[in-house]
């Protein structure tokens, strides 16, 4: 399963990153972890209190 999740610079909107976001298991273990790894992404959010470069 893979997911490319964008997301904004909090600190400057003109600033896109598209971060790929990989589950490698077995064909057989997929059923069992993919709702897992659905609700890890849907945690993931900028750190808005890092210092941006």
Known sequence: MQVHLSMLDP???RKPSAIPLVLTVAASQHPAVQDDFRDF???????VGAASS
């Not at 992404?41 to 750190?47: A, E, I, K, Q, S």
């Open 11 to 13: 600190a400057d909107p």
């Open 41 to 47: 992404v849907r945690t993931l959010r900028p750190d």
